[in-house]
């Protein structure tokens, strides 16, 4: 029976992972369109479109230098659907399912000994099941993020550690997911070495009576990570830090130092002061904002891209099977549930750590610890409720419309109120000037809303040779945004032609003969496209 209800929640976890997935969310983002050019680059030509053979530690994209793994994951999805919308999400939707069967595993490893059969079989179904519809996981399961592969990828790798201390040739299997992690996604590259951490803490005298086997599989981690460690100190490594990092605001320190002054400069005022103390201060304000109420059940992730506005990331019936489940896990007493709870911890690091918080994405690792625990209270409700059909048959209801009030934010509100933040009208616009542009002897391309070359390469589908010959001719090989493809002047005015086709943003373009516009899905305009003569 419990296959069925296993293979019936993986059978939803598809569907709601899939379901117009090219449709919603409505449009590429920018760093959809940038994984999926490389990977057809690839795929064309084993280079990525600037030029570069096979990347191992980074791919320069937009010369921001995302770790490389989705992009090579996505490989044979362009090659299987095309470089289109499912082609390049398709990967994500899949490792986000795939994630849905693995949480039922590692919940039942976790609470093996500690359950009864009956309740260890409900507890993992239940975690696998609120994966499945979970707010928090579908939001970046059906698009393209890097931080969704490697949520995979560690949660695969913790069910394989665990698994060692039965089967000890485990741990080896479970060196390849965690160092993979490394180079899936920037947030990993922090999470997963305190995460592996926290288990040589919690599991050392496991993993010294297999001690031999252990340092085997730390020497192979090191090998998985040898191409990472010996590139650390290139500028590209650092460089996605120093973005978003949230300790290279120098405001801390002037503050810092204003106070010491009014303070007389004294040793004791150095102390009280000290800039590391502003700057822990900003770390505790950042890391318990994740804790926040508006942000976990009623609103989520302030940036439209990683929540519906809506809708929290979490469900709302989660604010009592989440209590609960805390206080049943610190009565169990154990160091599985005990790393269970550090897990939930340490995930949050990545995003105290950066600007913009609370931060979704950067902390999608808590959502395993987030999921399992929920199922555990959840368990125990259901359990309190068994003799009370009325609360019983309450209770359901209110999980029903819960689930069905997100997705009705989900799939009615959410794809028109904030299309634009998807860039909503790049492709109808690349396939009008495809349509046009042999009858033009020079294209203008604005770049008002950012990357408008990727969208150009991606939905022209450009042969990534000349692409890559286009970019190194004009040497623009470095450059963060490519300005000129041929005759295709990308934000700036062309310097030829008498006969120009003008894509422009609204009232950047005030002369000419206006052709058409486009707009996003809450009619506000997105695009003019003009011509001169």
């Given at each position: 029976?419990?296959?069925?209800?296993?293979?019936?929640?993986?059978?939803?976890?598809?569907?709601?992972?899939?379901?117009?997935?090219?449709?919603?969310?409505?449009?590429?983002?920018?760093?959809?369109?940038?994984?999926?050019?490389?990977?057809?680059?690839?795929?064309?030509?084993?280079?990525?479109?600037r030029g570069n053979p096979w990347p191992v530690v980074y791919i320069s994209s937009y010369m921001d230098y995302k770790p490389p793994f989705y992009v090579y994951a996505t490989i044979p999805s362009v090659a299987i659907f095309g470089l289109n919308e499912f082609g390049v999400r398709f990967p994500s939707a899949l490792f986000g399912t795939l994630t849905v069967l693995v949480i039922y595993f590692l919940t039942k490893e976790l609470f093996r000994v500690y359950l009864k059969s009956s309740i260890l079989n409900l507890t993992s179904l239940m975690a696998?099941?609120?994966?499945?519809?979970?707010?928090?996981?579908?939001?970046?399961?059906?698009?393209?993020?890097?931080?969704?592969?490697?949520?995979?990828?560690?949660?695969?790798?913790?069910?394989?550690?665990l698994l060692a201390f039965r089967k000890k040739y485990y741990l080896f299997l479970a060196v390849i997911p965690f160092g993979l992690s490394f180079y899936a996604?920037?947030?990993?590259?922090?999470f997963t070495p305190l995460l592996l951490f926290g288990l040589l803490i919690f599991f050392f005298k496991r993993l010294w009576r297999i001690k031999w086997?252990?340092?085997?599989?730390?020497?192979?981690?090191?090998?998985?990570?040898?191409?990472?460690?010996?590139?650390?100190?290139?500028?590209?490594?650092?460089?996605?830090?120093?973005?978003?990092?949230?300790?290279?605001?120098?405001?801390?320190?002037?503050?810092s130092n204003l106070e010491i002054q009014k303070d007389g400069n004294t040793r004791l005022a150095k102390i009280i002061h000290h800039r590391f103390l502003e700057y822990g201060k900003i770390f505790l304000t950042n890391y318990f904002s994740h804790f926040n109420g508006n942000y976990l059940f009623l609103s989520g992730d302030s940036n439209p891209r990683h929540s519906t506005q809506e809708f929290g990331i979490l469900y709302h019936f989660e604010i009592f099977t989440l209590i609960l489940g805390i206080i049943l896990v610190l009565k169990l007493r154990d160091r599985r549930l005990y790393f269970l709870l550090s897990w939930l911890v340490i995930s949050l690091v990545p995003g105290?750590?950066?600007?913009?918080?609370?931060?979704?994405?950067r902390t999608i690792?808590?959502?395993p610890p987030f999921i399992i625990i929920s199922s555990i209270g959840l368990v125990q409700l259901l359990k309190l409720f068994s003799r009370r059909k009325f609360l019983l048959l309450t209770f359901y209801f209110l999980l029903f419309t819960d689930f069905l009030l997100?997705?009705?934010?989900?799939?009615?509100?959410?794809?028109?109120?904030?299309?634009?933040?998807?860039?909503?009208?790049?492709?109808q616009a690349i396939n009008f000037l495809k349509s046009n542009e042999d009858k033009y002897e020079a294209i203008y391309l604005t770049n008002n809303y950012g990357r408008a070359y990727m969208y150009y390469l991606f939905y022209s589908q450009l042969?990534?040779?000349?692409?890559?010959?286009?970019?190194?001719?004009?040497?623009?090989?470095?450059?963060?945004?490519?300005?000129?493809?041929?005759?295709?002047?990308?934000?700036?005015?062309?310097?030829?032609?008498?006969?120009?086709?003008?894509?422009?943003?609204?009232?950047?373009?005030?002369?000419?003969?206006?052709?058409?516009?486009?707009d996003d899905l809450n009619n506000n305009r997105v695009f003019e496209i003009w011509e001169t003569y």
């Amino acid at each position: 029976m419990k296959k069925i209800f296993l293979f019936t929640i993986f059978l939803i976890a598809i569907f709601l992972r899939l379901f117009q997935i090219s449709k919603n969310p409505p449009s590429l983002y920018w760093e959809e369109v940038a994984l999926g050019y490389d990977a057809y680059s690839l795929l064309k030509t084993g280079q990525d479109h600037r030029g570069n053979p096979w990347p191992v530690v980074y791919i320069s994209s937009y010369m921001d230098y995302k770790p490389p793994f989705y992009v090579y994951a996505t490989i044979p999805s362009v090659a299987i659907f095309g470089l289109n919308e499912f082609g390049v999400r398709f990967p994500s939707a899949l490792f986000g399912t795939l994630t849905v069967l693995v949480i039922y595993f590692l919940t039942k490893e976790l609470f093996r000994v500690y359950l009864k059969s009956s309740i260890l079989n409900l507890t993992s179904l239940m975690a696998s099941f609120l994966l499945a519809i979970s707010p928090w996981h579908l939001q970046f399961s059906r698009a393209a993020f890097e931080a969704n592969l490697a949520l995979f990828l560690i949660t695969l790798g913790c069910w394989l550690f665990l698994l060692a201390f039965r089967k000890k040739y485990y741990l080896f299997l479970a060196v390849i997911p965690f160092g993979l992690s490394f180079y899936a996604y920037h947030a990993a590259r922090v999470f997963t070495p305190l995460l592996l951490f926290g288990l040589l803490i919690f599991f050392f005298k496991r993993l010294w009576r297999i001690k031999w086997v252990s340092l085997t599989a730390l020497l192979l981690g090191l090998m998985f990570v040898l191409p990472l460690l010996c590139s650390l100190s290139d500028k590209e490594i650092g460089q996605r830090f120093q973005e978003t990092s949230a300790f290279t605001d120098l405001e801390p320190i002037i503050k810092s130092n204003l106070e010491i002054q009014k303070d007389g400069n004294t040793r004791l005022a150095k102390i009280i002061h000290h800039r590391f103390l502003e700057y822990g201060k900003i770390f505790l304000t950042n890391y318990f904002s994740h804790f926040n109420g508006n942000y976990l059940f009623l609103s989520g992730d302030s940036n439209p891209r990683h929540s519906t506005q809506e809708f929290g990331i979490l469900y709302h019936f989660e604010i009592f099977t989440l209590i609960l489940g805390i206080i049943l896990v610190l009565k169990l007493r154990d160091r599985r549930l005990y790393f269970l709870l550090s897990w939930l911890v340490i995930s949050l690091v990545p995003g105290a750590i950066t600007k913009a918080t609370p931060h979704a994405l950067r902390t999608i690792f808590a959502l395993p610890p987030f999921i399992i625990i929920s199922s555990i209270g959840l368990v125990q409700l259901l359990k309190l409720f068994s003799r009370r059909k009325f609360l019983l048959l309450t209770f359901y209801f209110l999980l029903f419309t819960d689930f069905l009030l997100y997705l009705h934010f989900y799939y009615s509100h959410y794809p028109k109120i904030y299309s634009s933040y998807w860039q909503y009208g790049y492709k109808q616009a690349i396939n009008f000037l495809k349509s046009n542009e042999d009858k033009y002897e020079a294209i203008y391309l604005t770049n008002n809303y950012g990357r408008a070359y990727m969208y150009y390469l991606f939905y022209s589908q450009l042969n990534p040779k000349i692409t890559q010959e286009l970019i190194i001719s004009e040497g623009q090989e470095k450059m963060s945004d490519i300005k000129q493809l041929g005759k295709i002047f990308i934000g700036q005015v062309p310097t030829y032609g008498h006969k120009i086709l003008w894509i422009a943003s609204p009232g950047e373009k005030q002369n000419g003969k206006l052709l058409t516009t486009i707009d996003d899905l809450n009619n506000n305009r997105v695009f003019e496209i003009w011509e001169t003569y």
